[in-house]
């Protein structure tokens, strides 16, 4: 049984994740009045961070934790590959989308390297995410 509720789990976390990554990067051209709005550097900051640390409270699995953040790293370096077809999501343009592109990028995998390091080098918790404040055995 414990199988098949991290199976559902790591489901969820990876069309979760998928889902936000594209959204995220369809945001990445996002202007108000011709100026660029960064929408999804914030969002992929704080959506790697929360879906890692969701996943980890909700599955008690750290393996079904780690997943959102292997799915946004893995859209989000399709989006910047050219397609044999010719397309491509994460262009290059001027200096300001360069740059808004590049940011995306960079934030997106320092927060979820951030939240992955975070999650291994924590404690275990148990499935309801309550670990014991002194290290010690229950």
Request: cysteine-free; overall charge positive; glycine content about 14%.
């Amino acid at each position: 049984m414990r199988g098949l509720q991290l199976a559902g789990w790591a489901v969820a976390a990876v069309v979760v994740a998928a889902w936000l990554a594209l959204v995220e990067v369809f945001w990445l051209p996002l202007r108000v009045g011709g100026v660029p709005v960064p929408l999804s550097l914030v969002a992929a900051v704080f959506g790697n961070v929360v879906l890692v640390d969701t996943a980890r409270r909700l599955s008690g699995s750290r393996l079904v934790a780690v997943l959102p953040a292997l799915v946004w790293l893995g859209i989000a370096l399709a989006a910047g590959s050219r397609r044999p077809e010719g397309d491509l999501l994460i262009t290059g343009g001027n200096a300001v989308t360069q740059l808004v592109n590049l940011g995306f990028l960079l934030v997106g995998v320092i927060a979820a390297a951030f939240a992955v390091g975070r999650l291994l080098g924590g404690p275990p918790v148990s499935r309801a995410g309550a670990g014991t404040s002194s290290g010690a055995a229950r």
